[in-house]
């Protein structure tokens, strides 16, 4: 057995800096992009929904890498897969077909990045002992951070740069080729990065047995119905927001929207607003950690949900594109959802915290994280075509109320 002493400064920000890169790009960044180029929001809203699939089917995925090979090899060759992948999908936006290709694309990128994770996150607790593991915690969070202001700002604000304002695919095929270019570059450099461990040999237990004792003790805690209820409720008004927000903030005026740049709001959205999921990520569970998250739930789960108000307003005043007022929504909205969605990952922990099968738990949690996404997000396009972006808001406003009520029914033990 190795000791555990490896260098996580060699590998775990290069990893987490690749793992965000792809999930970003086709739950995120993907809406802004077939918005630029004339897509209907019904339809894109509801195939970018279905194409992150994997991830919510990730723990069936999970035994195979547990089972077969190492995890050093599964990152590797799931990483350089991807890199291709990516420059196939830059390519395909120039054709006639780009919409379904570019969706095939993301969805195969999907799959394997969805193994990728399992694969990263098991080879992070195989390599580093309990203190680094703690330790670079942070690290791993940050790059990952790293990579969303890349794929949600660098990539929209070059693409928007090459197109301006063409609406054809060129400016969106070039940066996501350089994308799959920085994939292919972070692949070559984990190859040596990452070290070889002796604990990754293949499992010789069976992994979907594991699973399936991990799903049937996830759903037998205590307070189930009420976990698994705010797991899929409390994020249902920002699922219905993300699907069109990008949308509303690059749409023209006399369709409802603000007018953005698709490169001015790469800033706004994904640098300056990624900025402040960040810090208020940070601050959200700094302040579980010193008052205790049963105190202050509510308090986070107003901050994440009242800031969206921002857009009604946005929708109905429409102030022009460069002003204030638009900074000032998406900083705050996302500041709030940050510091709120500290919320949801905490009680997960929470939730799983004496499990037998923790990890396996977990990434139960996550997937039911990833359906309250995608189930509402597949009809938030339709029902913005509907009812116009003003009404729409107000509904996504409404729906943050479930979420919230169910909270009053949590379970929370002797803590």
Known sequence: MSEKKNNGWRFVPSLYLYQGIPS?????????????????????????????????????????????????????????????LFVLLGLSMTGSNFYSMSLIMMGIVAVFSSMHDAACDGYYMMALDQ????????????FYRIATIASTGLIPFVAGSLSEGTGDGYGWSVALIGAGVVLMLLWGYNNVGV?????????????LEIFWRALKSFFTH???????????????????????????????????GIGLSVEA???VYGTAGVFSLVVGGILGGLAAAKYGLKRVIW????????????????????????????????????????????????????YVGQAEYKAAEYSVGTALMTLGLLLPG???GWLCEAVGYEYFFVVALALTIPGMLVITQLRWGEK
């Open 131 to 142: 203190k680094q593991q703690s330790f670079f915690v942070g690290i791993r969070s940050t």
């Open 24 to 84: 970003c790009v086709v739950m995120q960044t993907a809406t802004l992009m077939y918005a630029s180029m004339g897509v209907e929001k019904s339809s894109f809203a509801f195939w970018t929904s279905i194409v992150s699939l994997p991830w919510t089917l990730k723990p069936l995925l999970s035994p195979a890498v547990e089972r077969y090979g190492t995890k050093r090899s599964w990152v590797l060759w799931t990483e350089v897969i991807m890199g291709v």
């Open 222 to 256: 205590e307070g189930v119905v009420a976990a698994v209820s705010f797991f899929l409720l409390y994020r249902l008004g920002e699922a219905f927001l993300t699907k069109v927000l990008t949308a509303f903030l690059v749409d023209a005026r006399e369709n409802g």
């Open 195 to 207: 070290p070889k461990i002796k604990e990754e040999t293949g499992r010789q237990d069976n992994g």
């Open 265 to 267: 709001c790469g800033i």
């Open 378 to 380: 597949m009809g938030a």
């Open 299 to 350: 308090v986070m789960a107003i901050a994440m949900n009242l800031p969206n108000l921002g857009y009604v307003l946005l929708a109905h005043y429409q102030p022009m594109a460069d002003s204030a007022w638009v900074w000032t929504a998406v900083i705050v909205e996302q500041f709030g959802y940050g510091f709120g969605f500290a919320a949801y990952m905490l009680y997960m922990l929470r």
